[in-house]
Nanobody, 122 residues
Framework: QLQLVESGGGLVQPGGSLRLSCAAS????????IGWFRQAPGKEREGVLC????????NYADSVKGRFTISRDNAKNTVYLQMNSLKPEDTAVYYC???????????????WGKGTLVTVSS
């Protein structure tokens, strides 16, 4: 069964950091574009960061520039989202998604995880 599983979410104070993981099972992430998306309460899902199948990264959310980075470890079959200087407005469910040979990320990607909740609050 092909699956993506996010982990690493939780409660963090403003200014803190978290690292989210997106682990694949049933397939290898090498060759896939991986995107991180988020959905805040009462808001639409938005793209955050994307790493293409060739390794280039794209930032889709101006609000996270300079604070969030995306990376992949093909040996561990995992993609990470490092989030620093977190703000209350970063509170959301974070999802990862994958598409084979993708050059960009979009809402119609092939595989989606179920999400992990990040809450930024004092």
């Amino acid at each position: 069964q092909l699956q993506l599983v996010e982990s690493g979410g939780g409660l963090v104070q403003p200014g803190g950091s978290l690292r989210l993981s997106c682990a694949a099972s049933g397939f290898t992430l090498g060759g896939y574009a991986i995107g991180w998306f988020r959905q805040a309460p009462g808001k639409e899902r938005e793209g955050v960061l994307c790493i293409s199948s060739s390794g280039g990264s794209t930032n889709y959310a101006d609000s996270v520039k300079g604070r969030f980075t995306i990376s992949r470890d093909n040996a561990k079959n995992t993609v990470y989202l490092q989030m620093n200087s977190l703000k209350p407005e970063d509170t959301a469910v974070y999802y990862c998604a994958a598409e084979l040979y993708g050059s960009s990320c979009h809402y119609g990607m092939d595989y989606w995880g179920k999400g992990t909740l990040v809450t930024v609050s004092s």
